[in-house]
């Protein structure tokens, strides 16, 4: 298993601000993983982040929007950049270890 | 592309309820399947998973078995308690070695006392 902690918990911004939510895994992991649970929706995966390379962006989400850092085995950030209320969601990381994944406790984003 | 049809919701049942949750995949080559729940308040957890046709998954009373000639992984419990109350997610992992996760719409789950 894996233990798996976000920064913030959530946040109030303002539309045209950035947010960057940081990911931390107790344990090193290849693969990590950002998604996004819109209110009252499912999870919608936005890339795909291994440690050395760049991240792969699912269809509908783009680097200049949610540009992703993956310094290392345990650590990852998401930023959300030129917030518009459209992008109030939970984000959640997750890591795959042992073909499970496991998610961290989402950052519950609100934009103004 | 992969995706995954779940039971729409809401779902409410009387405590000690028989509890099915529909769920249908399509998919190239051969997924795993998984259900994951998230309590009120809560972050998402595995439930159960099953990797290859056949497997039944199973934990805290909740089953689910890998049928690949119907494509369905249905969630089963023979007797609901309150503390079941969430919404439940029915996914698919691609093994072509990606690993990404495709979720169902979720269901949301009530049980009344």
């Known amino acids: 298993s894996a233990v798996i902690s976000q920064k913030p918990s959530r946040d109030i911004c303002q539309r045209g601000t950035s947010l960057t939510i940081q990911c931390q895994v107790d344990?090193?992991?290849?693969?990590m993983f950002w998604y996004r649970q819109q209110p009252g929706q499912s999870l919608t995966l936005i890339a795909t982040?291994?440690?050395?390379?760049?991240?792969?962006?699912e269809s509908g989400f783009v680097i200049d929007k949610f540009p992703i850092s993956r310094p290392n085995l345990t650590f990852s950030t998401l930023t959300v950049s030129n917030m518009s209320p459209e992008d109030s969601s939970i984000y959640l990381c997750?890591?795959?270890?042992?073909?499970?994944?496991?998610f961290g406790p989402g950052t519950r984003l609100t934009v103004t | 592309g992969d995706s995954v049809t779940q039971m729409e919701g809401p779902v409410t049942l009387s405590e000690e309820a028989f509890l099915t949750i529909n769920c249908t995949y399509t998919?190239?080559?051969?997924?795993?399947l998984f259900w994951y729940v998230q309590y009120p308040g809560e972050g998402l957890q595995l439930l159960l998973k099953?990797?290859?046709?056949?497997d039944k998954g199973s934990n805290k009373g909740f089953e689910a078995t890998y049928r690949k000639e119907t494509t369905s992984f249905h969630l089963e419990k023979g007797s609901v308690q309150v503390s079941d109350s969430a919404v439940y997610f029915c996914?698919?992992?691609?093994?072509?070695?990606?690993?990404?996760?495709?979720f169902g719409t979720g269901t949301r789950l009530t049980i009344i006392p």
């Open positions: 344990s090193q992991v290849t693969m």
């Open positions: 099953a990797t290859k046709a056949d």
């Open positions: 997750s890591v795959e270890t042992s073909h499970e994944q496991y």
């Open positions: 982040a291994n440690q050395g390379s760049e991240a792969t962006y």
């Open positions: 996914a698919l992992s691609d093994r072509g070695g990606n690993e990404k996760l495709t």
């Open positions: 998919a190239t080559g051969y997924p795993s």
